[in-house]
């Protein structure tokens, strides 16, 4: 009896073995099972997001079409309709309508005979092929939603690199009441450094070093550590009603046809706002940087030193960086002539690659804004605005452009530059809207024929 009960404990520490080693299996193998279902899904929601923003990128190709097609008859006699026919037939003055008034999501599905009337269940969209294999079906629901052109976008945007570090940029505005807006406009601001750069901001630029305070440049032989957020240098060219070449090398009672400023970025709001005669000029006011009149006249004065900006660049920015505005002066020779405004943005140092923007802003009214609501009767009301920015006149051509795959949706907006032979061109790289994306353009996909595939 005192055998078998031996042989009894130890058979039950046995088992207490076993149940615990399978436990600790059982646990090991439900971690890998849900490491396995996570990586399953998150692989499943990225496949998802690219498709999405693939899609995105189609609806922008279609727009470069429609683009093409709304230039030709912009080139035309043809006035603007009142609305589409929905024939099947687009004429010019449809297609002018739906570029410059009706604000459409379906104006480049309309213009690119996509979509030949809005179906009930989907308004609009056009669905893309996923593949170009024979018999392969939209599994992810692909499509494009809602892109819009916008002919007259109220600012600039553009990207400086290494390899294209300077933008020249002749400037043409809207009209406002059948007069020129470039007389009206007083000052400029621009924003540069946006967050589609991916360059953390380590604000290597306009430092305060040691026990005496001394400012800090960046090194422009130190190739491994570029400023950032990097200096700019922003200069303009302008003539009056009459002008002539000695003008331009001098300033003027007040007055100057040429000038060039240059904008140091820092994290410091002590340094922004100080002023050191033989160093650099602080511009930040205690809310916004600016550089005032007075100053931008000196830097086409050569009895006095043109000294750079300390602007200041908070590093909780949101869309971009750095932001300073820029106080313009009148030409010499009388009002501002709207053939000779152009404006040249730089990076001195080559580095890092930044997108910027321009605003152009005037003291009194500048430009109206049109937008249009559809109301409840079906119909649509116009609403007006006064801007004090100025509205671009074919210098650049926005495309606001939305893709998804399933219900997962991408907003991708880029900026087009008309060339002379009616050509168009990014510029860089695509700026995404919201968070997550690359910013380069990597695209593989085909758009079919076929936009109704019920």
């Excluded at 009002?335 to 140092?349: A, D, I, K």
């Amino acid at each position: 009896m005192r055998k078998m009960k031996n042989h009894f404990k130890k058979g039950a520490a046995s088992f207490y073995i076993v149940a615990f080693s399978t436990l600790i299996l059982v646990i090991i193998a439900a971690s890998f099972a849900a490491i396995i279902v996570s990586e399953m899904t998150r692989t499943s929601n990225d496949d998802l997001a690219q498709s999405a923003y693939d899609s995105a990128l189609a609806g922008i190709e279609d727009a470069k079409l429609a683009v093409a097609n709304y230039q030709t008859c912009a080139q035309s006699n043809a006035g603007v309709a009142d609305g589409l026919n929905k024939d099947g037939n687009l004429s010019c003055s449809e297609i002018r309508y739906l570029v410059e008034e009706s604000n459409s999501c379906d104006m480049v599905g309309y213009i690119t005979g996509r979509l030949k009337d809005t179906p009930d269940e989907k308004v609009g969209e056009i669905l893309v092929q996923e593949s170009s294999t024979a018999g392969q079906g939209n599994n992810m629901q692909q499509a494009y939603t809602c892109v819009k052109i916008d002919m007259s976008p109220d600012n600039y945007t553009a990207t400086m690199s290494e390899r294209s570090p300077t933008k020249v940029i002749k400037l043409k505005f809207e009209e406002f009441n059948g007069q020129p807006v470039e007389p009206l406009i007083k000052r400029v601001k621009i924003s540069w450094l946006s967050g589609s750069n991916n360059t953390s901001n380590s604000y290597t630029n306009f430092k305060e070093e040691g026990e005496d305070k001394g400012v800090t440049f960046p090194s422009i032989s130190n190739m491994f550590k570029p400023a950032t957020p990097p200096t700019i240098s922003v200069g303009f060219i302008q003539t009056g009603e009459n002008f002539t070449l000695d003008d331009f090398g001098m300033t003027r009672n007040g007055q100057t046809d040429r000038a060039m400023v240059y904008l140091v970025p820092t994290d410091s709001k002590t340094l922004a706002r100080q002023r050191k005669d033989d160093n650099y000029i602080g511009a930040y006011n205690g809310s916004e940087n600016v550089v005032g009149v007075n100053e931008v006249l000196k830097s086409n004065d050569k009895t006095v030193k043109n000294l750079p900006y300390a602007v200041y660049c908070p590093e909780d920015s949101t869309e971009f960086s750095c932001s300073t505005t820029i106080e313009l002066p009148d030409p010499i020779g009388g009002t501002r002539n709207s053939e000779t405004f152009v404006f040249v943005v730089s990076l001195p140092y080559g580095k890092p690659t930044t997108d910027f923007k321009l605003e152009f802003l005037c003291d009194v009214n500048c430009g109206t804004l049109k937008t249009y609501t559809v109301n409840d009767e079906g119909g649509v009301d116009e609403h007006s605005e006064d801007k004090t920015q100025a509205l671009l006149d074919g210098i650049q051509i926005k495309i606001d452009s939305t893709g998804r795959a399933n219900d997962l949706f991408r907003r991708v907006e880029t900026r087009l530059e008309p060339e002379d032979n009616l050509s168009l061109s990014i510029l860089g790289p695509l700026e995404l809207l919201g968070e997550g994306g690359g910013d380069a353009l990597k695209k593989d996909y085909a758009v079919t024929k076929e936009w109704n595939f019920r």
